[in-house]
């Protein structure tokens, strides 16, 4: 069972460039999300989609696009690389937004910016 | 605000001992759902138990069990006859409605470290 995959493991850009990390899920799910985690600070969400087609904010969004044209795929943009922006990515979805469900989580994206 | 503490950043345990993983919690929603996650050295979160705040019953999936006091607000994960192969950073997180896109709210994790 593949699960939820995120691609690439790793990555290193420079300042200013520009990224894709890539998230497919198997599992039907209508919801999913991407989160960073930073040390210290646990993991925030940056963009979360409840359906193909539907996207919102959430509590860090600044620097990051999301779209959502299939169920199975949620792909993060990121638009101009930051410093700050180096963190451990991750994808992570749920079959629906309900709070009894669990969210089941890529192995992640570790991306530095130089 | 809606808020989970985790106040042991590290916990030691010897093989086969019992530990428990304190969390506690803070919502006015009366509909809330709390997990526990693993997240080993290798870097992924797994996904280990749930309970939901109707549940009248203490979740328990194999070796963990969430005792979940809901007047205290305290969910803590308790692993029994623990292994190696748990040690690993644990999250407690929770979900609710009211919660923007019902994103998961993130302790800050304990460090557990079973030793042999």
């Known amino acids: 069972n593949a699960g939820v995959t995120q691609t690439p493991k790793f990555q290193v850009l420079k300042t200013g460039q520009s990224m894709t990390l890539q998230c497919a899920q198997d599992?039907?799910?209508?919801?999913m999300s991407w989160y960073r985690q930073d040390p210290g600070m646990g993991l925030r969400l940056i963009h979360y989609?409840?359906?193909?087609?539907?996207?919102d904010q959430g509590e860090v969004p600044n620097g990051y696009n999301v779209s959502r044209s299939t169920t199975e795929d949620f792909p993060l943009r990121l638009l101009s690389a930051a410093p700050s922006q180096t963190s451990v990515y991750f994808c992570?979805?749920?079959?629906?937004?309900?709070?009894?469900?669990?969210?089941?989580f890529g192995d992640g994206t570790r991306l530095s910016i130089l | 605000a809606q808020k989970i503490t985790q106040t042991q950043p590290g916990m030691f345990v010897q093989e086969k001992e019992a530990v428990t993983l304190d969390c506690t919690y803070d919502?006015?929603?009366?509909?809330?759902?709390l997990f526990w996650y693993k997240q080993p050295s290798s870097g992924e979160m797994i996904f280990l138990i749930y309970?939901?705040?109707?549940?009248?019953q203490n979740a328990t999936e194999g070796r963990y069990s969430l005792n979940f006091q809901k007047a205290r607000k305290s969910a803590n994960l308790v692993i029994s006859a623990s292994q190696l192969g748990d040690s690993a950073m644990y999250f407690c997180?929770?979900?609710?409605?009211?919660?923007?896109?019902?994103?998961?709210?993130f302790g800050k994790g304990t460090t557990l470290s079973v030793s042999s």
């Open positions: 992570a979805s749920s079959y629906g937004s309900g709070f009894n469900q669990p969210q089941h």
């Open positions: 599992m039907n799910h209508e919801y």
């Open positions: 989609s409840v359906g193909a087609g539907i996207t």
């Open positions: 919502t006015s929603d009366p509909s809330y759902g």
């Open positions: 309970q939901g705040s109707y549940d009248q």
């Open positions: 997180a929770m979900r609710h409605p009211s919660q923007a896109g019902t994103a998961l709210i």
